[in-house]
């Protein structure tokens, strides 16, 4: 009897029905080293994978899926209070508390899935050393979950949008694919990270920092007009303010015009994660045995 493995050539010899003995090569090439269709072939593992981090998630928990609501609320009151009545933080003409939080929604989604993403094959160890399947699966899956949480967050932003009597035009379209562009830059910085956290578990530690450092440039708790002009292509940089720019653009009418900006951002993300998928793709056939 023998078994294929998707993505991978199966090498049969002689007496291999008897012995069950199989050499399994990878293919050739920068496409058959990737295996991007492959992940196709296991969307129900990916399915499955990520409603189980949801519901692990939130497992005895007293408050349950409030807390996706408790953190980004939590720091929208922090940044009113210290950077809005103490320091006089402009708001691009809007109440600080909406226009906070319109940056803390799509921010909160990429943190929460960077720092999943990070821990994801070292946290599913288990799995990895039993059985075989695409490890791309598990970041995937682990960014996929966020989701949930977005769409909770979400819902108090348009309670606030209601209540403060702001309403978004036809730039609401463009929404999912800021989203998007979020999702990817939290997965194009987490597979690195996760990669590289298998064999060197400092990442654990330098995430958080990143994340801090992250936070404070990025134009959550103030405007990225103040950004001088002249730096406006460096901060295009950072993929993330152009997604809270994005977000304010299309849910609260804020003026934008991404450009150039967004063009630096786009290929900022793309360039990450193909170099991060290659090198997943390297360290992937040692994974099971370092983990």
């Known amino acids: 009897m023998t078994e294929a493995i998707p993505g991978l050539t199966n090498t049969v010899g002689p007496q291999s029905l008897d012995s069950f003995d199989r050499v399994l090569e ?12 492959e992940l196709w072939t296991y969307r129900e593992l990916l399915g499955f994978l990520t409603w189980r981090d949801v519901k ?10 409030l807390w996706a609501l408790i953190q980004p ?25 909406i226009f906070a939080y319109a940056g803390l929604v799509p921010w909160t ?38 989701l949930f949480d977005f769409v909770i967050a ?19 379209l463009a929404l999912p694919a800021l989203v998007l562009l979020a999702l990817l830059t939290a997965l194009a910085v987490g597979i690195w990270l996760t990669a590289l956290n298998v064999r060197y578990r400092d990442v654990k530690y330098t995430v958080p920092f990143l994340l801090q450092v992250w936070l404070f440039a990025s134009p959550i708790a103030y405007a990225s007009s103040l950004v001088p002009h002249r730096w406006r292509l460096v901060y295009s940089l950072n993929p993330m303010a152009t997604v809270i720019d994005g977000f304010r ?11 150039a900006s967004a063009i630096v951002s786009l290929a900022v993300v793309a360039v990450l994660l193909a170099s991060g998928l290659v090198y997943f793709r390297g360290m992937e056939r040692t994974f099971a045995d370092i983990v």
């Not at 940044?79 to 600080?96: C, D, K, Q, W």
């Not at 993403?117 to 598990?138: A, E, G, H, Q, T």
């Not at 979400?154 to 036809?170: A, D, I, K, Q, S």
């Not at 653009?249 to 450009?259: E, H, K, N, Q, Y």
């Open 73 to 97: 609320f939590t720091l929208m009151i922090v940044f009113t209070i210290f950077l809005n009545r103490l320091a006089h933080v402009p708001s691009n003409g809007l109440p600080y508390p």
């Open 26 to 37: 990878p293919r050739k090439g920068l496409r058959g080293s990737l295996r991007l269709r």
């Open 109 to 146: 989604l990429f943190s929460s899935s960077l720092s999943g993403v990070s821990d994801s094959l070292v946290s599913s160890s288990n799995l990895i050393s039993k059985v075989y399947f695409p490890r791309l699966v598990i970041p995937l899956a682990v960014t996929g979950s966020f």
């Open 56 to 65: 692990v998630r939130y497992r005895q928990t007293a408050l349950g899926a």
């Open 249 to 259: 653009w299309a849910l609260l009418g804020v003026s934008w015009s991404p450009g």
């Open 154 to 172: 979400l819902t108090l932003l348009v309670g606030m949008m209601v209540y403060y009597g702001v309403y978004p035009g036809l730039a609401i």
